[in-house]
């Protein structure tokens, strides 16, 4: 690979000096490696670790070292308001979120042990669980009975557990994706991190050998690919759940993240940018999933009560995405989505420029996109009129670069 290859590589680390080497199996790794962390993270220092002037050994066992340092527990466990701990009071928090959420009258988890599911809290075992097996956990994606619905977890193939949620009913599709989205993350963290303990002996075992070595690399980073998706679905499904409890008669969250990634499509915006800027229009509302559905269905008629958690929800989404690590980059263009380019907004004040650029663009597609929406107490504006009134308050409410951008993408 040539310097001028180098620089035009797939790869982050493929276009470092230090990993130009003739092993495709390394140069696979050093794409891989590049997928799946963040360009910050990235170094000269990080990149010598794992390069060839070590020899196969020692690159390996440095490698391995690497991802467990960014995939250990405090990187990927810190999920759902769940905080470091104690492991049951990592599921129960688990379980109360998942409650808050949706709206349901319990949940449990249970994690497999000696193949049979054992409660993570103090919850007596039951007939119905008891005839839960294995198998089930394997060849199902949801277990139904009564008001209980069982969701497995589950890393790869291998069940290490299941979710039990005690509905007050049927529960709405796009809850119970959800809550398979949480399952299929958390089945694979928990995977991930007893692989990661699997590694840790292995490196402090002196006989290991390479080939045993690279099998864990395998294993690691395959796992690693699986908890990237997982975390994809995770947003969408929390992103559809919010609608849901607003009384959206559509999409409006992805509505609003595709009309923001228009709008920088039209501003020039990089690729990354764009795709954070994305990430925060799916869960710019991310607030109003823990608050009672019953709120968005009252007409427009709230108590003072109802109206301060209405007001309050970006604060309680931001709490939230402080807590979903891989979300936190999202967190600045969520918190000032509603400052004024005045400067009269919330919650800082911040003027014009000062406004995070992907505010601005959140801001702008959200309006838009509520405005031609229908909701429960009102129609859907048409676009002209929604564009006439967005207009009328550039330079007021609105960016109006942004604004311009926005008029390019719907007409």
Request: proline content about 3%.
């Amino acid at each position: 690979m040539d310097k001028e290859e180098k620089k035009t590589g797939v790869s982050l680390f493929g276009q470092n000096e230090s990993l130009a080497g003739s092993d495709p199996i390394e140069e696979m790794f050093a794409l891989n490696l590049g997928d799946f962390i963040s360009e910050t993270l990235i170094s000269e220092d990080l990149a010598k670790k794992i390069s060839i002037t070590a020899n196969k050994k020692e690159r390996l066992q440095n490698q391995l070292l690497e991802l467990i340092d960014i995939y250990s527990s405090k990187n990927t466990l810190c999920v759902l308001n769940f905080t470091q701990g104690e492991e049951q009071a990592i599921y129960t928090s688990i379980g109360k979120t998942i409650v808050d959420m949706i709206e349901v009258e319990n949940c449990t988890i249970y994690l497999v042990k000696d193949d049979k599911l054992v409660p993570t809290n103090s919850t007596p075992e039951t007939e119905r669980v008891k005839n839960i097996t294995i198998a089930d956990l394997i060849y199902n994606d949801t277990i139904e009975r009564d008001n209980i619905l069982n969701i497995p977890m589950r890393g790869g193939a291998v069940p290490v557990g299941m979710i039990e949620v005690e509905t007050k009913g049927e529960l709405e599709e796009d809850f119970v994706e959800l809550v398979i989205s949480i399952a299929n993350l958390l089945g694979t963290t928990i995977t991930l991190q007893n692989e990661i303990e699997n590694v840790n002996q292995l490196l402090a075992t002196p006989e290991t050998t390479e080939i045993e070595l690279k099998q864990s690399r395998a294993e690691l980073t395959a796992l690693i690919g699986d908890l990237c998706d997982f975390q994809q679905n995770f947003v969408e499904a929390l992103a559809s759940a919010v609608d849901r409890k607003g009384q959206y008669t559509v999409s409006h969250s992805r509505n609003t993240a595709k009309l923001a990634r228009s709008i920088c499509k039209n501003l020039g915006l990089n690729e990354k940018t764009t795709d954070l800027i994305y990430y925060a229009g799916l869960l710019q509302n991310i607030g109003k999933i823990i608050l009672p559905e019953r709120i968005f269905a009252t007409n427009g008629k709230l108590t003072p009560d109802e109206l301060q958690k209405i007001q309050n929800h970006s604060n309680i989404g931001v709490n939230l995405l402080m807590n979903i690590n891989f979300l936190s980059e999202v967190v600045p263009y969520i918190t000032y989505q509603t400052e004024r380019v005045d400067g009269s907004g919330k919650p800082e004040g911040l003027k014009g420029q000062s406004i995070p650029l992907g505010s601005r663009i959140i801001a702008v597609a959200d309006a838009y996109s509520a405005m031609t929406s229908d909701r429960p107490y009102r129609k859907a504006m048409t676009s002209d009129r929604a564009l006439e009134i967005i207009t009328s308050e550039v330079n007021k409410k609105w960016d109006a670069d942004v604004v311009g951008a926005l008029t390019k993408s719907v007409n």
